[in-house]
């Protein structure tokens, strides 16, 4: 099990910037990816951007070239850089961990959520 403490959200004006963090502690695997998704009022929660232990990352075509991902490996810490904020980024942001094994597979972790509100 990996436990984890998101923070940084927040309300924010259009073209604005924030910062997200989540760090994670327990029982972490040397072959892992963290990383963030999303869910507005009434949507399916959606990949926002991923990071894995080897530094590969995946956006989302709607936040390229806006956000930012990065990860303190030391600290098990990851960070989503938002910039250039819009009103459709509105949404709880949840950070997700997961670990891969070599027996069991993969394994998902996530946080509690923390709410970025983009007024316009």
């Known amino acids: 099990q990996v436990q984890l403490v998101e923070s940084g959200g927040g309300l924010v004006q259009a073209g604005g910037s924030l910062r997200l963090s989540c760090a994670a502690s327990g029982s972490i695997s040397s072959v892992n990816s963290m990383g963030w998704y999303r869910q507005a009022p009434g949507k399916q929660r959606e990949l926002v951007a991923t990071?894995?232990?080897?530094?590969?990352?995946n956006y989302a075509d709607s936040v390229k070239g806006r956000f930012t991902i990065s990860r303190d490996n030391a600290k098990n810490t990851v960070y989503l850089q938002m910039n250039s904020l819009k009103p459709e980024d509105t949404a709880v942001y949840y950070c997700?961990?997961?670990?891969?094994?070599?027996?069991?597979?993969?394994?998902?972790?996530w946080g509690q959520g923390t709410q970025v509100t983009v007024s316009s």
């Open positions: 990071m894995t232990s080897r530094s590969s990352t």
């Open positions: 997700n961990f997961r670990n891969t094994w070599a027996v069991v597979g993969t394994e998902d972790s």
